[in-house]
């Protein structure tokens, strides 16, 4: 728990953030100077400090999933891994597309993506966008070039170009909004300054930060962009999987049952402008969907 600690020296009186961290036998605390006075945003500053303390700890873990990972793909035979594959890109296809609203069963999904069965009085936009997400994840691990506007342009454009060609590639020109949600995305004149802005930050940081938060960011700063009529979501969780699978690390998939906490820790973020809100729920559930690799 953390706690605010006054201290006097003098006339003058001095306050700091203390959190008591344990580590195997030992009991540390752990402290951030605030100032003379206690900032008005002292909550968001507690959350802050807590996720900066667990931050490297985390880290360790994700460097033993990499580690983990890495060891089984060398013992898997390829015609394993492949499976292996095609299950994960079934459950993802379905689970992102069931986000956005999907009328398909994960039974139904899995009938058309592996055997070719179109199921009966389904949606077509949902057959088809199917269709196209399992073709453009495929391909998206194919592709040798790092993350940019023209692939994301790309992505969007094969998602949509058979269910709805007006939007497919392009860039909004007007005010969306989200359903549900207290967040107001960005006007359509601030869409494509902030992709610049998005694009020089991933070049800036995409060598520094650790794969998983460098994913987290990518899927978090891309979707409160908003810069597509539809297919926001969509595209930002192929982005966090691309950005994952360059790096060497096991994929994530965002399980449909599980949107609700998803959904919060996105409108936290967006709504408090404190993205860390976001990167701490993904960590978290990465680590939790991939504790099998942690040795």
């Known amino acids: 728990m953390v706690t605010i600690r006054k201290k006097q020296i003098g006339e003058q009186t001095y306050y700091y953030l203390e959190h008591t ?13 605030l100032g003379k006075t206690i900032p008005k945003n002292i909550e968001g500053l507690k ?5 900066t303390l667990y931050k490297k700890r985390w880290y360790s873990i994700l460097d033993k999933i990499k580690h983990g990972f890495t060891q089984e793909i060398k013992h898997t035979p390829p015609s394993a891994r492949e499976i292996e594959r095609e299950k994960f890109t079934v459950h993802f296809t379905y689970d992102t597309q069931k986000i956005e609203g999907s009328t398909l069963s994960l039974r139904e999904t ?11 009085a389904r949606s077509f936009r949902d057959v088809k966008e199917a269709e196209a997400h399992k073709l453009i994840f495929e391909e998206m691990l194919t592709i040798k070039k790092d993350l940019s506007l023209n692939l994301v342009l790309y992505l969007h454009r094969k998602l949509f170009e058979t269910t709805k060609g007006d939007i497919a590639g392009k860039i909004r020109k007007h005010q969306v909004a989200i359903s ?7 006007t359509p004149v601030e869409v494509y300054p902030l992709l610049q802005d998005f694009f020089k930050w991933y070049t800036k940081n995409k060598t520094e930060l650790n794969p998983v938060e ?4 990518v899927h978090f700063k891309f979707v409160t962009i908003h810069p597509f009529s539809d297919g926001n979501g969509r595209i930002s ?3 966090m999987n691309f950005v994952l699978y360059k790096h060497h690390y096991p994929f994530l998939n965002i399980h449909y049952e599980g949107r609700s906490s998803y959904y919060t820790a996105l409108e936290r973020a967006q709504t408090k402008k404190m993205e860390f809100i976001f990167v701490q729920w993904f960590v978290k559930k990465y680590i939790k969907e991939h504790q099998r690799y942690v040795t």
Not at 25 to 32: D, F, G, H, R, T
Not at 214 to 217: K, P, S
């Open 21 to 33: 961290v344990r580590k195997k036998e030992n009991i540390e605390k752990k402290e951030q100077y």
């Open 180 to 186: 549900g949600s207290a967040f107001l995305p960005p």
């Open 237 to 239: 969780r192929l982005l």
């Open 110 to 120: 899995a009938d058309l993506l592996e055997r070719g069965i179109t199921p009966k």
């Open 47 to 51: 959350k802050e400090f807590v996720y």
């Open 214 to 217: 460098l994913a987290a960011l």
